[in-house]
């Protein structure tokens, strides 16, 4: 099986509500987000699929909505405040980890068709969570 790997970076701010460690409080991150697609065959031109197509669909999902985003658990209380704040935010139906914003990343790739292996988020350098289906 073939597969390439896109490496795209991006910003967010969020906290862990139920954290007991200082991750429930308002801080943010610079990331890398991996993302593996892969195939039986490749195409007419040699690839599993262009890399700028990969990026292409990155800046439409992770660009778009994720970068410079401030994510929350949708129960947070400080959604009401950012709402009066008009401040921008998303709120998510589980918390903001990078476990799950990896999977938000994996099933937006799969929606749009590609045969996406697994999502890797760095949270840092030395940190990282993966989201794949099998
Ligand atoms: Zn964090």
């Not at 039986?40 to 992770?62: H, K, P, R, W």
Request: charged share 25%.
């Amino acid at each position: 099986m073939y597969s390439i790997t896109k490496e795209v970076y991006f910003c967010y701010g969020h906290r862990l509500m139920n954290h007991p460690g200082k991750c429930r409080h308002i801080h943010g991150h610079s990331v890398k987000a991996a993302i593996t697609v892969v195939a039986d065959t490749l195409d007419e031109q040699g690839m599993v699929c262009d890399f700028s197509s990969i990026a292409a669909a990155a800046a439409e999902f992770i660009e778009t909505e994720l970068d410079h985003n401030f994510l929350l658990h949708r129960d947070d209380p400080l959604v009401p405040l950012m709402e009066q704040a008009k401040q921008r935010f998303m709120a998510l139906p589980e918390h903001p980890t990078s476990e799950y914003l990896a999977k938000l990343i994996h099933d937006f790739f799969k929606a749009k068709g590609y045969r996406v292996r697994d999502v890797t988020l760095w949270e840092t350098s030395s940190s990282c969570a993966s989201y794949s289906e099998t």
